[in-house]
Nanobody, 124 residues
Framework: QVQLVESGGGLAQLGGSLKLSCAASGRTSASGRTSSMGWFRQAPGKERVFVANVWATGTTHYGDSVKGRFTISRDNAKNTVYLQMNNLKPEDTGNYYC???????????????WGQGTQVTVSS
């Protein structure tokens, strides 16, 4: 099993920044279980949606709404993925979930492991 623990959420103002971290522990090296790591977010009453993901090779993908504002990175030695969020908007508000798996992670169904979530609130 793989455990994912997020940190770094909180309250930010319009145009502000926050950085999320997610540390993976457990059998992370088995069968590529954390080959891809990323983030989803879920606003109240809405579906969980893709934010960004990064492969162990460093290749990244971003959701259209965050391109140019968010940057995802990972430290393979620490089994940790980061999400730097700049120029935050109220519509970025939601619970941010760390995700890991062997595939693309573009859809919730692609995810093998989930973190417990961390709340991000952006005020205007």
């Amino acid at each position: 099993q793989v455990q994912l623990v997020e940190s770094g959420g909180g309250l930010a103002q319009l145009g502000g920044s926050l950085k999320l971290s997610c540390a993976a522990s457990g059998r992370t090296s088995a069968s590529g279980r954390t080959s891809s790591m990323g983030w989803f977010r879920q606003a109240p009453g809405k579906e969980r949606v893709f934010v960004a993901n990064v492969w162990a090779t460093g290749t990244t993908h971003y959701g259209d709404s965050v391109k140019g504002r968010f940057t995802i990175s990972r430290d393979n030695a620490k089994n940790t993925v980061y999400l730097q969020m700049n120029n935050l908007k109220p519509e970025d508000t939601g619970n941010y979930y760390c995700a890991a798996g062997a595939g693309s992670l573009l859809l919730p169904g692609d995810v093998t492991y989930w973190g417990q979530g961390t709340q991000v609130t952006v005020s205007s």
